[in-house]
Antibody
Framework: QVQLQESGPGLVKPSGTLSLTCAVS?????????WSWVRQPPGKGLEWIGE???????NYNPSLKSRVTISVDKSKNQLSLKVTSVTAADTAVYYC??????????????WGQGTLVTVSS | EIVLTQSPATLSVSPGERATLSCRAS??????LAWYQQKPGQAPRLLIY???TRATGIPARFSGSGSGTEFTLTISSLQSEDFAVYYC???????????FGQGTKVEIK
């Protein structure tokens, strides 16, 4: 069973860069899965940030695309997220998830436990 | 961009009763729709994919139906552990991105 673990600073200053990693265990990042990031501001709903395939192909939420970069490190079996020019609106719990694309449907089957990132001076 | 609208925002149900949650798409999305359950302080959990296929380990009291623009998640007999927020989700072909509904909170009546 795939397990995902997010890590990174819990506090980022406004205008700074948010950087998170997601370690994948129990499976290979080179598998047929896509890998995604989703965030959830306190008390609000889920917002999809973007996804990456091990080849490096990416898709991003158009509302965040100019500030977001998702990458993979195959040697470490992990993926990363960077969000630049952060503001208080970027305060959220950030989740990584594995994405399945099958003939039966496209969906996120495994999720990390999430990590809270607060943007504040 | 396809918009997913969930209703109601909050559903008050007594344990043992049936809960019916709706997810409406702004355009035809065939049957490529997933449902997730999220409890406070926890990550979302996949319940249903392909509109009607239960994910591994999901109890039979959860069922999904619908196609096109109207989808339903039904919990046949609510258990205490089912009180949570439920989200629908699907992938848009253009722009290529996933979209979530705004969620339905199922609370104890």
């Amino acid at each position: 069973q795939v397990q995902l673990q997010e890590s990174g600073p819990g506090l980022v200053k406004p205008s700074g860069t948010l950087s998170l990693t997601c370690a994948v265990s129990g499976g290979s990042i080179n598998s047929s899965n896509w890998w995604s990031w989703v965030r959830q501001p306190p008390g609000k709903g889920l917002e999809w940030i973007g996804e990456i395939y091990h080849s490096g192909s990416t898709n991003y939420n158009p509302s965040l695309k100019s500030r977001v970069t998702i990458s993979v490190d195959k040697s470490k079996n992990q993926l990363s997220l960077k969000v630049t020019s952060v503001t208080a609106a970027d305060t959220a719990v950030y989740y990584c998830a594995s994405q399945q694309r099958t003939s039966s449907g496209w969906y996120s089957d495994y999720w990390g436990q999430g990590t809270l990132v607060t943007v504040s001076s | 961009e396809i918009v997913l609208t969930q209703s109601p925002a909050t559903l008050s149900v007594s344990p043992g009763e049936r809960a019916t949650l709706s997810c409406r798409a702004s355009q035809n999305v065939s049957s490529n729709l997933a449902w997730y359950q999220q409890k406070p302080g926890q990550a979302p959990r996949l319940l249903i994919y392909g509109a009607s296929t239960r994910a591994t380990g999901i109890p039979a009291r959860f069922s999904g139906s619908g196609s096109g623009t109207e989808f339903t998640l039904t919990i046949s007999s609510l258990q205490s552990e089912d009180f949570a927020v439920y989200y629908c989700q699907r992938f848009n072909n253009w722009p290529p991105m996933y979209t979530f509904g705004q969620g339905t909170k199922v609370e104890i009546k």
